[in-house]
């Protein structure tokens, strides 16, 4: 399953689906101005990077969420390659310990 898009809900119905909404609750609460500034974030870092950002959303708010990614879209490629592997295990390491408890 590819990773959604920060901002927008992840469809299906598998675990991985609602994984996905639950960690990136604080997104469905946003107002129509940080979706509007978080989808043109995503469509931005997606052209500058080729790839989706990601980011771990459990405990971060919209804005928050909003920051890193405008903060990540000045990195070099190596910079960022090395920031989104980050993201990538500290999600990890939080579906694990959930699936664990």
């Known amino acids: 399953t590819a990773h959604p898009r920060i901002g927008e809900r992840a469809g299906g119905a598998d675990k991985e689906a609602a994984l996905s909404r639950q960690e990136q609750a604080a997104m469905s609460d946003a107002d129509a101005?940080?979706?509007?500034?978080?989808?043109?974030?995503?469509?931005?870092?997606?052209?500058?990077?080729g790839r989706v950002f990601l980011i771990r959303a459990k405990g971060r708010s919209g804005e928050d969420m909003l920051?890193?990614?405008?903060?990540?879209?000045?990195?070099?490629?190596?910079?960022?390659a090395r920031e989104a592997l980050e993201q990538l295990r500290e999600i990890t390491l939080l579906r694990l310990k959930e699936s664990l408890t």
């Open 33 to 49: 101005a940080l979706k509007r500034a978080m989808q043109a974030g995503n469509r931005a870092y997606e052209a500058r990077f």
């Open 67 to 80: 920051a890193q990614l405008q903060r990540r879209l000045t990195n070099d490629e190596p910079t960022e």
